[in-house]
């Protein structure tokens, strides 16, 4: 009875994985197709969830037009969007505001560094594929990452969810 629990246990963990690896490689298949429209569909969905003063299905559907590539990759785009937050703290984005002309175009260098040393972490350990991806995003917060405010080069501790979305849309542009 034991090693049958154990066994079930396992298959679960398995297919829980293999379906997050499956999610991680649509999302950056999708983001890699999305070639020279990539910075467009950012803008555009940085506008319009602007405008509209939060992200919704309704501004994806509308922009991606049930196209399942694109509202793949506008998943991505959205999830940053919210997370920005968490990787840029108030200080910089303070300082941000105060210094630049394009606060948004600021914050997306600021956010691509950030990412940038996340990437770090995952060519260290392994390549940029999906199962890699999970593998590092699943385990690296084990231990909390704290970081001092303005450190672009540390990657704080950061749920699974804004870890993949940050690697894909590094890591798509990045191949």
Request: aromatic share 4%.
């Amino acid at each position: 009875m034991r090693v049958a629990l154990i066994i079930v246990i396992a298959t679960r963990i398995a297919s829980a994985g293999d379906a997050r690896t499956s999610f991680i490689t649509r999302a950056l298949d999708a983001v890699r197709a999305l070639g020279t429209q990539r910075a467009q569909l950012e803008t555009d969905l940085y506008q319009a969830c602007r405008q509209a003063g939060a992200c919704s299905d309704a501004i994806v559907d509308a922009r991606c037009h049930h196209d399942v590539a694109c509202t793949a990759a506008a998943d991505i785009i959205v999830t940053n969007l919210r997370a920005a937050t968490s990787w840029v703290d108030q200080n910089t984005r303070a300082q941000l505001v105060r210094t630049s002309t394009d606060y948004h175009a600021a914050l997306l260098v600021e956010l691509r560094k950030r990412y940038a040393a996340l990437a770090a972490e995952l060519v260290i350990g392994a390549n940029g594929s999906g199962v890699s991806i999970d593998r590092l995003c699943a385990t690296r917060d084990r231990e909390v990452h704290a970081c001092n405010p303005g450190d672009a080069a540390c990657v704080p501790s950061i749920p699974w969810t804004r870890c993949v979305a940050a690697l894909v849309w590094f890591v798509g542009d990045n191949p």
